[in-house]
């Protein structure tokens, strides 16, 4: 069986052909040049964090809970995007840091600060993994519900099906890698259209980026779990210490990599706000029971948009289906070191098939199962946050004797506090969003 199209090795691209210079490289004068190979499979490697981060960061769960969130909040929503984005780098550029100075994955890293503390965060980890997957295979529901009108159960279980064939094969693996690329474009000019053609009142979305008329921690606590939540806080960070960027010479770029990699994605998660802000202030209302975000779609840009929106998200959900059942099954390994590459695949397969069952079983609408996988893994983010600002403010020994940047230490702290006051105060809320 072939896992080559696990996150961990297909998207090392470039990164995966660095090679150390021998003697005959040496003798033939191309060191210099070597260098500069090293160098650009760095800079690679650093890309290929981003993109990590980004297409897990913008999938059908942010997509559909913003599109619900819109409807339901109006331009106030703009306050709990912006907040989201700040959460989200200071989460990930702490996280990032951290590991590349420790050179250990997560949970490993955990349990040497505090024991079992690893295992622990494994099975949250896991436990949110499993939840954002049953999300997902609804997503890729949702999708296909707007591209062919099919039953979104029906549509979830042939998506998992398929998700477990692109996996096995590492052919259908490449195909499906590089339709994603060009599908991401399509759901950028889709949105940025659908954006403009919406007419949104930008006027009051500025305004209340800042001073929103009303605060929704239960909103923003799913949004930030939807985004940088359960497996994606270590996805990026995981990545590139498998690509060897690891160590204090790399701090700032990876400090860089993690803003950039957080504006990108702000700006588009903003610009999707908005697309669905001009359709609900237009006085369009949404059904938010029956795929909200289509909805929008096709009331800006009509069938067309409705159904370039289906397969646009029905993709995303399927690369998030395999991404999130791999990363999941990864921090698995913690418990066992015979989990090797090949026991994880059929792990990898069996997680993807839990997931379908539940869904299949589950009477919740695939939209109250999108924003509560968000919300849950909202719940979850600071209880792992907290252990690794332990690490970083009383355990230098397991950085080799390095410091977080000190600005960016207390902003970590601050974070920490607040999203474990967002989780205390939205938790009843998250779990009622099952009964939607």
């Known amino acids: 069986m072939s896992t080559k199209h696990s996150p961990e090795h297909d998207e090392q691209g470039p990164a995966s052909e660095v090679s150390v210079p021998g003697p005959a490289t040496v003798a033939s004068g191309t060191v210099a040049s070597s260098a500069v190979g090293f160098a650009k499979s760095r800079r690679a490697s650093l890309l290929g964090a981003i993109f990590l981060m980004a297409t897990s960061a913008i999938g059908p769960g942010f997509i559909t809970q913003t599109a619900t969130f819109t409807a339901t909040l109006g331009a106030a929503f703009a306050f709990g995007i912006l907040v989201s984005i700040v959460i989200d780098f200071i989460v990930q550029a702490n996280i990032w840091q951290i590991i590349t100075l420790s050179g250990k994955r997560a949970a490993e890293l955990a349990n040497a600060a505090i024991p079992f503390s690893g295992f622990v965060l494994s099975v949250l980890v896991i436990a949110g993994g499993l939840v954002f997957n049953i999300g997902n295979i609804a997503g890729a529901g949702l999708g296909l519900n707007a591209l062919f009108g099919l039953d979104p159960k029906l549509g979830g279980a042939i998506s998992a099906i398929l998700a477990i064939g692109i996996f096995l094969s590492h052919r259908a693996g490449l195909i499906m890698d ?9 759901m950028i000019a889709l949105t940025i259209t659908v954006a403009i ?27 930030v779990g939807g985004t940088v939540g359960g497996y994606i806080t270590y996805a990026g960070a995981h990545k590139l210490l498998d690509s060897g960027t690891s160590g204090p010479e790399n701090i700032k770029q990876v400090t860089r990599s993690a803003f950039f990699g957080i504006a990108v994605t702000g700006i588009m998660r903003y610009v999707l706000f908005l697309a669905f802000l001009g359709v609900t202030a237009s ?23 409705m159904r370039a929106f289906g397969l646009v998200l029905w993709a995303a959900a399927l690369s998030s289906v395999i991404g999130a059942a791999f990363t999941s099954v990864s921090f698995m390994t913690v418990f066992s070191a015979k989990l090797d590459l090949r026991r994880r695949g059929w792990a990898t397969v069996a997680f993807i098939a839990v997931g379908l069952i539940a869904y299949l079983l589950m009477g919740t609408t695939p939209v109250a199962l999108l924003v509560f996988a968000g919300g849950f893994n909202g719940l979850i983010l ?27 230490l207390w902003l970590g702290t601050l974070m920490t506090i607040l999203t474990w006051y967002m989780g205390a105060v939205s938790f009843g809320t998250i779990f009622k969003f099952l009964g939607a």
């Open 382 to 408: 600071p209880i792992g946050f907290t252990v690794f600002m332990y690490i970083a403010w009383f355990r230098r020994d397991l950085l080799n004797g390095h410091r977080i940047q000190p600005w960016l």
């Open 283 to 305: 006085g369009v209302l949404l059904d938010l029971s029956k795929n909200p975000a289509a909805q929008a779609f096709e009331a800006a840009a009509g069938e067309w948009g």
């Open 178 to 186: 590089r339709a994603i690329i060009v599908l991401g474009i399509v």
């Open 197 to 223: 053609v919406a007419n949104p009142p930008i006027g009051d979305a500025l305004r209340q980026t800042v001073l929103p008329d009303t605060i929704d921690f239960a909103a923003i606590t799913t949004i």
